[in-house]
């Protein structure tokens, strides 16, 4: 018995099907843990003043500087991904935490005190973090300034050589 062309476009029709199935039910399981979890950070999170000593991106196996509990306790997958790493002091203590979003992570500033919230080793947020669009509307300021400056400088450069 051979199969027609319309047997094998159901085939794929149904395989797809199966795939997209599996595919919503494992994001829906997903998104349910990670509601819980970002449930469980809000209820726990504190506000710390901390000096930045240090950052890293690494995997979490190659931080020696983390307890391990945390190092046993991480999924597999989680050894295979590099992680955003910040070496804080937090009165006398020196600690490892981590931060899962990149945009925090570029705005913290090495070697400065600033004040954060963080949740376990978790560093949740800080306080006067500005959004992406505000930091990029900052940085444009600074090209058109720095632009207007060079411009008054080479003006100024110019009739310093006609007044020669």
Do not use: C
């Not at 931060?99 to 705005?107: C, M, P, Q, V």
């Amino acid at each position: 018995m051979t199969m027609t062309w319309a047997d094998w476009l159901l085939l794929i029709v149904v395989i797809i099907a199966v795939i997209v199935g599996i595919l919503i039910f494992l994001s829906k399981k997903a998104y349910k843990k990670m509601d819980e979890q970002n449930e469980f950070i809000e209820q726990n999170k504190m506000l710390q003043t901390a000096f930045i000593i240090d950052k890293t991106r690494d995997r979490i196996t190659n931080i020696k500087s983390l307890p391990k509990a945390v190092t046993d306790n991480m999924p597999k997958r989680a050894a295979l991904v590099k992680m955003y790493f910040v070496k804080v002091k937090i009165g006398p203590q020196i600690l490892t935490l981590m931060t899962t979003d990149k945009h925090l992570y570029e705005a913290l500033p090495v070697k400065k005190t600033v004040k954060i919230e963080i949740a376990g080793l978790y560093i949740v947020n800080m306080i006067g973090l500005k959004s992406p669009e505000q930091l990029k509307a900052i940085e444009q300021e600074k090209k058109e300034k720095a632009k207007a400056e060079k411009k008054v400088a080479k003006k100024a450069a110019k009739d310093k050589n006609k007044k020669k």
